[in-house]
């Protein structure tokens, strides 16, 4: 749904990241400047999918601190030549032996993967759009085939990768990639990508991470209600109340628990005020180092007392479902990664985008118009309405004009870490008239810069802080403005953005 489409659904046909600064990868920045699913057949059971920690035990933690890889991501996406179960039996027997080698052994038993994108040869003489145009197939990945010996889960439908060492496909950095594929007419495509996250919600519970077994135990922020309503614009809304089952259950896993908490406490991912208003948190299940990070996530678990590691390591794990991974934003102190609160503070950004979910599934519903739907229509909004109204009680400073991160124990803001995530509100429409131009105002007095909006305004070395500008991000800012008449700051950001 476009930033300016109101929730009110009209039948009508139409034809139709990873690291950086200022210099943003060129299939990303070109979006700044540029229903019913089909049957699918299932996915395996997450306990039949390669799971590498688990499978290769004491290999799996010596490949790992050895850097036989420099990347850790590289052994989890590497394919075991034999069953995992006869590797790690023959790595178990074999390492005592004189002369063994653990590269060579590795290098014989598995099969590292390649660089997704890796044989694109870009014509110079190209303009951006035809350039982008021409990246599509190059990253697109057709229907997987079940393998019992890779950690990808496999999607039944074609798909865009972000490329180089991302060879899945990544929740949501895939909104931002529909909004490419709509400019480039791509609109089946999208299609596609929206029936393989329908699938994964119905079968798993939630749209994970990416679709990689060590990504089971989180998500990422929850754009699948815009990607349906960017579809459903771009093509005709009548598809779009055969996603509402998969919505639903991508609600109901951000909301699992909120019935049984009492004011002050938390579970999972939903977290309730003091006040008694309910609000949505970061989290992961799973307290170990992230698999595709192991060592640099162990290594930084050894550096803490042993009773602070489990929640260190479900505080990186809720920082990368954030997508902001990593950032001051969510740490105590800026220099220091194990001062992470992530799990502690109700975002801005993701209340803004449960929001939006609860206004959509409220509307498609009442679009549907079947049994019951009127009603359970009726709870979807009222959820809605009660979220905005306790995001913007908590939220939002009249004072300084902005809003902020919340922790959520104390109600308390986090007012010294300002940072884009400010402009989800405007992006989806909940601030008010005066909240959005004095975010506006903010924006363009301390966020721009010469290369577009940047992230934060903190230098700390994480990638999601100052200097870096993110193309997301900055496109959140432009339209969040635009929507609440800042055109013209809006025309200055994507100037400036496209000049990098």
Not at 323 to 341: I, Q
Not at 345 to 354: E, R
Request: proline content about 8%; aromatic content about 12%; glycine content about 8%.
């Amino acid at each position: 749904m476009t930033t300016e489409q109101s929730y009110q659904w009209a039948r009508h046909d139409t034809t139709g990241t990873r690291r950086g600064s200022w210099v943003i990868r060129p299939l990303v920045t070109s979006l700044l400047v540029l229903g019913a699913c089909r049957g699918t057949p299932s996915t395996p059971a997450p306990s039949a999918l390669y799971d590498p920690p688990h499978a290769l035990g004491p290999l799996f933690v010596d490949v790992q601190m050895a850097r036989v890889f420099p990347d850790s991501k590289t052994l989890v996406d590497a394919e075991p030549r034999h069953a995992p179960g006869d590797v790690l039996a023959a790595y178990l027997s074999a390492k005592g032996r004189p002369g063994f080698d653990l590269k060579t052994f590795v290098w014989q038993e598995f099969e590292p993967p390649g660089a997704a994108g890796a044989g694109f040869v870009p014509d110079s003489s190209a303009t951006m759009e035809d350039h982008i145009r021409a990246l599509w197939p190059a990253l697109t990945r057709q229907a997987d085939r079940p393998d019992p010996r890779s950690t990808l889960i496999p999607l039944p439908y074609a798909y865009v990768v972000p490329g180089g060492r991302f060879r899945e496909v990544y929740y949501w950095d895939s909104y931002f990639t529909m909004l490419g594929l709509v400019e480039s007419g791509r609109t089946d495509l999208v299609k596609s990508m929206l029936d393989n996250f329908a699938h994964l919600a119905r079968t798993l519970g939630h749209i994970p991470n990416g679709n990689r077994t060590y990504y089971l135990g989180r998500s990422q922020p929850p754009y699948f209600a815009a990607m349906v309503g960017l579809y459903s614009t771009a093509t005709d809304t009548a598809r779009a109340p055969g996603f509402l089952d998969a919505l639903e259950k991508e609600h109901a896993f951000w909301m699992d628990g909120a019935d049984r908490l009492q004011p002050g406490t938390a579970y999972r991912r939903v977290v309730r005020l003091p006040n008694g208003a309910i609000l949505n948190r970061y989290w992961d299940d799973i307290p170990e180092p992230r698999p595709e990070s192991f060592c640099e996530d162990y290594s930084l678990g050894m550096s803490v007392p042993e009773g602070q590691r489990e929640r260190l390591y479900r505080n990186l794990r809720a920082g990368a479902e954030s997508g902001w991974d990593f950032s001051s934003r969510w740490m105590r102190d800026p220099a220091d990664l194990r001062s992470l609160e992530v799990i502690d503070i109700a975002p801005v950004d993701l209340n803004s985008l449960l929001y939006h979910a609860e206004r959509t599934i409220a509307a498609l519903l009442r679009f549907r118009g079947g049994a019951g739907d009127a009603a359970a229509a009726d709870r979807y909004a009222a959820q809605a309405d009660a979220r905005r109204a306790a995001l913007l009680a908590a939220a939002y400073d009249s004072t300084d004009g902005w809003f902020y991160d919340v922790r959520w124990r104390t109600m308390e803001r986090v007012r010294d870490r300002p940072t884009l995530a400010a402009a989800a509100p405007l992006y989806f429409g909940l601030a008010t008239p005066e909240q959005g131009r004095a975010v506006a105002d903010r924006l363009g007095r301390d966020f721009l810069k010469p290369g577009g909006f940047v992230t934060t305004l903190i230098r700390s070395g994480q990638q999601w802080d100052a200097p870096n500008g993110w193309p997301p991000l900055q496109w959140l800012a432009m339209q969040g403005v635009r929507r609440y008449g800042r055109a013209d700051l809006a025309d200055t950001a994507r100037a400036r953005g496209g000049s990098t």
